[in-house]
């Protein structure tokens, strides 16, 4: 069983930063793809970016969001420059146990409760 905790949410003006970070349980962490999703009210659960051998991210946040992994540490961080109050919504943390990629919420298999972020103009 794996297990995925979200923390480094919170409230930030246009423009700030904001670092996430994804702790996991479970064996298989360094040989799994590690992904961020987010969820807007009223909108679908979009991909943000995951890392399996490298980074990919959504076309949305790249150049601006950057994933990074430390499997000492069985944490995956996301963090944030320039965001944009489209850049709320809560952001979830997914693992797949094979290296991917995968962009698709179904295709991940443990899911975090999600941290909120909120992105004030």
């Known amino acids: 069983q794996v297990q995925l905790v979200e923390s480094g949410g919170g409230l930030v003006q246009a423009g700030g930063s904001l670092r996430l970070s994804c702790a996991a349980s479970?064996?298989?962490?360094?040989?799994?793809?590690i992904g961020w999703f987010r969820q807007a009210p009223g909108k679908e659960r979009e991909f943000v970016a995951a890392f399996n051998w490298a980074p990919y991210y959504a076309d949305s946040v790249k150049g601006r969001f950057t994933i990074s992994r430390d499997n000492a540490k069985n944490t995956v961080y996301l963090q944030m420059n320039s965001l944009k109050p489209e850049d709320t919504a809560v952001y979830y943390c997914?693992?797949?146990?094979?290296?991917?990629?995968?962009?698709?919420?179904?295709?991940?298999?443990?899911w975090g409760q999600g941290t909120q972020v909120t992105v004030s103009s």
């Open positions: 479970g064996r298989t962490f360094s040989y799994s793809t």
């Open positions: 997914a693992q797949n146990g094979g290296l991917g990629p995968y962009i698709r919420s179904d295709e991940y298999h443990y």
